[in-house]
């Protein structure tokens, strides 16, 4: 369960989010759509905890962020979250498949037990036959599809994604919002998608709309 009260961020002086409220529960797959700059991302880094609210609170299975220190955020992330941000953060001395598997290394889980989840998700994500590749020899677009890979292996209770198809064809953009909405059903787990495609959020269960008043189901 995802709860978010009151949430508001300011950047010098000047309010981005405010009186933010949210409540997800498990297998609930929200699109988050709105106008460039209304804090779609800011938002996402929030609920991330890559950076801290003004005020409000953020509350993840029972656990308030406000409790947590930096070592302690970057466990809840490692453990308990997938994301897709616009810059993908492919690490460039790993090949596609150990990217894919690095999440799941986090958490101690290596050998045969990483590599065979990450292939599955791989081939999934139609890059099966380039797990040996290294980023440098991917396109962009397949190298968001590895980004999009990376954050699913380890099965999160909550995923964020952040235009993930943004540099995608159309049957590909298609294939990685299939592949997204069935892991997030599958899994029982929360799913956040920010973009600006209606098309692309049409395709989680209910869309809600960012404006400087707050958000709106
Ligand atoms: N670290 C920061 N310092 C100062 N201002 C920031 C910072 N991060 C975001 N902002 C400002 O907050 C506002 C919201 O930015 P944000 O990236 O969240 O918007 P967005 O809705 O995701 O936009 P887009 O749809 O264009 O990606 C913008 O005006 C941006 O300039």
Known sequence: MLEIH?????FNGRPVLAGINLSLSPGEYVAIVGESGVGKSTLLNLIAGLDRPDGGTL???GCDYAGLDEDALTR????KLGFVFQAFHVLPHLTVRQNVALPLWLQGVDGDAADA???QLLDAVGLGDRAGSWPRELSGGEMQRVAIARALVHRPRLVLADEPTGNLDPANGARVLDLLATRIREAGAIGILVTHSLEAAATADR?????ATGLHG
Do not use: C, E, I, Y
């Open 76 to 79: 809840l992330r490692r453990d």
């Open 59 to 61: 509350v993840l299975d």
């Open 117 to 119: 989840p990450a292939q």
């Open 6 to 10: 009151g949430l508001s961020r300011h």
């Open 207 to 211: 869309v809600l709309r960012l404006d």
